[in-house]
């Protein structure tokens, strides 16, 4: 039984996630990228709020780049975080064992984050999700979120899911486990198009809503409150 939603255990996430989500190094060198920008507007820390943190990798990360900043990290999972805890050991760090539907932070953050974290809602749980990730920002602050996506037809779609089986077998994947992978989508993990993406951004309040990065499988969107 595992103990979070992604494809891994929380002990052995960090040494699979690489073999199973093509860029996935490429979504925090993103965030980390937009985050540099608003530090470097700001003086003293900016406040950070990553919800679905898992174990901390883009906390680790960011910390290394960027000198100031005061991180909260949710996770529903125990587990993940954790490991978290661990890897972000003697830090100053808040945790926070929440999903992000349940947050309740207000106006307190100058960047949130959700990376992979929300493809298992359902579509009602999900806008309620963002929904509190805008209420959790300050006024100009910053949301920047990386997901898996669905394409625009189900013929494109199923291309595209084709070409992510391609990536589990050359990660060395065999032919069942392939399946078993491509057998989460829409069962385990709900994801949405670009424009389902652009709209419940839209609808959540941000005044800016933007692509910030896409590939065949997940897009990143930036929006600003
Ligand atoms: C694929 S991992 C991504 C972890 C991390 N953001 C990263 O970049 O490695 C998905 C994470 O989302 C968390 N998660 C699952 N349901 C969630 C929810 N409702 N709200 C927030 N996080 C959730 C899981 O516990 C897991 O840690």
């Known amino acids: 039984m595992k103990d979070n939603k992604s494809s891994y255990n929380s002990s052995i996430y960090d040494e699979n996630i690489t073999n199973v989500l093509p860029y996935y190094t490429e979504y925090h060198a993103q965030v980390i990228d937009v985050a540099k920008m608003i530090s470097s507007d700001k003086e003293g820390s900016i406040k950070w709020l990553d919800t679905g943190c898992g174990t901390g990798t883009l906390a680790l990360r960011a910390l290394g780049e960027i000198p100031d900043i005061a991180f909260t ?20 760090i808040s945790f926070n064992n929440v999903t992000s539907d349940a947050l309740t932070y207000e106006n307190e953050f100058d960047i949130v984050t959700a990376i992979q974290s929300h493809h298992y809602y359902d579509i009602e749980t999900r806008d309620i999700a963002v929904k509190k990730c805008y209420r959790a920002l300050k006024n100009d602050g910053i949301f920047v979120t990386f997901e898996n996506i669905r394409m625009s037809t189900e013929e494109s779609d199923a291309i595209a899911l084709n070409r992510w089986g391609q990536f589990l077998s050359n990660h060395g994947w065999t032919p069942e486990e392939v399946k078993a992978h491509q057998a989460r989508r829409g069962v385990e993990m709900f994801p949405i198009t670009i424009e389902q993406h652009l709209e419940m951004l839209k609808n959540a309040g941000f005044k800016s809503v933007d692509i910030l990065w896409v590939s065949y499988m997940q897009a990143g969107f930036w929006a600003i409150k």
Do not use: F
């Open 73 to 92: 990290l949710c996770d529903p999972s125990e587990g993940m975080l954790e490991v978290a805890k661990e890897k972000l050991g003697g830090k100053n």
